[in-house]
């Protein structure tokens, strides 16, 4: 094909319009090359959705902790709760730990 029969096509004239031309490079620049460009602010989205996660994950774990903190202000249930978790126990009092060896 020679040039002439190139510039009769349709999709020829359309493609090497000057406006079209520009355009076609300032999207490939925006895309790819510019320092906000749409590979980065995906990457920055990523890292955002991955924040957010975080935050309610601990915000979860906040609220946890608060209703311990909540049943701990009883005498009874803070007793419960040292000796189940540090082993603590009252004067002249024996305590066994058993643990079940759980092999399969």
Do not use: C
């Not at 090497?16 to 490079?25: A, D, E, F, Q, R």
């Not at 300032?26 to 955002?48: K, V």
């Not at 007793?79 to 060896?101: C, H, S």
Request: hydrophobic fraction near 40%.
């Amino acid at each position: 094909m020679k040039f002439k029969d190139l510039r009769n096509k349709s999709w020829f004239r359309i493609i090497s319009n000057k406006y079209v031309l520009i355009s076609l490079v300032f999207a490939g620049w925006m895309i790819f090359l510019d320092t906000n460009s749409w590979f980065i602010h995906h990457e920055l989205d990523q890292e955002l959705n991955e924040l957010q996660d975080n935050k309610n994950y601990y915000q979860k774990e906040i609220a946890k902790d608060k209703a311990v903190i909540q049943q701990l202000q009883d005498s009874v249930e803070l007793e419960k709760f040292a000796r189940q978790k540090y082993y603590m126990k009252r004067p002249n009092e024996e305590i066994y730990i058993i643990e079940y060896d759980t092999v399969d």
